[in-house]
């Protein structure tokens, strides 16, 4: 009797650990496909950002929704995606170099050196910004720079029909891009088109190279703050990374192509729909 009793307990034993290990079994299968969901979002989100960043800006309105709903807090996501973003626009600021040149006479090196000194600045006052804080703010910086790309280039020729732009405005406006590409960079891209425009009077289209070259400094500045205080999720970083890179290039290569108008319609339909959304997370 102590024999069968022994017998029975082990096979009962033997049924819970089976039952146990194929448990384990399917929560790890469910961790690998949550973990290669995770990855593919993150890197379509990337493909997809790089392509906006080299065609008009605003690769920030795909990357972030993206990084937030994987749940990483929003100041770290801000900061995953400026340090994912950044090889994705120096590939485009690559495939634009014959198209640099001057900004109403400022060399290209005088305005990434402001660029990149005033983006140390802005991605430092980011580290200071509590999260609770920044998802305050992230709706208002998505509407200024939304409502920069709509009125840029009407209130350009409102105001170079009245008055002459001078090279220390243009300096100082280019410090301002540096800390606001450092600090949030969600539509630096555009902010810059339109700044441009507005002080030295040139179209979007000639912008394209110069533009995603300041983008490219002003995320490569930010860099180094968030690596150094750890603020880059890299498991996040790496795949959205990896697609930026395709992305940028690929923008590039359509942007030679697509027409202005085409460029802003969807770069606006984007812009418009992130704006929104988060306006409806932060208030909602």
Not at 50 to 65: E, Q, R
Not at 74 to 87: D, E, G, H, Y
Request: glycine share 12%.
């Amino acid at each position: 009797m102590l024999s069968l009793s022994k017998h029975r307990s082990v096979l009962s034993n033997g049924g819970k650990t089976s039952t146990a290990l194929r448990q384990a079994q399917g929560e790890r299968e469910f961790r690998l496909v949550l973990d290669f969901s995770s990855a593919a979002l993150a890197a379509g989100a990337g493909v997809l950002g790089g392509a906006m960043n080299a065609l008009a800006g605003g690769g920030t309105f795909a990357t972030l929704p993206a990084l937030i709903a994987l749940g990483l807090p929003a100041n770290i996501a801000n900061a995953t995606s400026n340090v994912a973003l950044l090889p994705g626009a120096g590939t485009s600021a690559w495939a634009y170099r014959d198209e640099l040149a001057p900004v109403a006479g400022m060399s290209v090196k005088l305005l990434a050196a402001i660029t990149f000194g005033f983006g140390l600045v802005g991605s430092l006052l980011l580290v200071l910004t509590p999260s609770e804080v920044f998802d305050v703010l992230i709706p208002w910086l998505l509407l200024f720079a939304f409502a920069v790309m709509v009125f840029g280039k009407r209130a350009a020729d409102w105001l170079h029909a009245r008055v002459t732009i001078g090279r220390p405005t243009l300096l100082v406006a280019q410090a301002f891009l540096g800390i606001y590409g450092g600090y949030f960079g969600g539509g630096v891209g555009l902010i810059t088109t339109a700044v441009y425009g507005l002080l030295a009077n040139i179209r979007p289209r000639e912008l394209f190279a110069i533009r995603t070259l300041m983008l490219a400094v002003a995320n490569l500045a930010a860099a180094f703050v968030f690596i150094g205080f750890a603020m880059v999720w890299w498991w996040a970083c790496l795949p959205m990374l990896l697609g930026s890179i395709l992305g940028g290039w690929l923008g590039a290569l359509i942007g030679k192509r697509l027409s202005p108008g085409m460029v802003r319609a969807w770069t606006l339909i984007v812009t418009g729909a992130t704006t929104l959304v988060f306006f409806a997370r932060a208030y909602g």
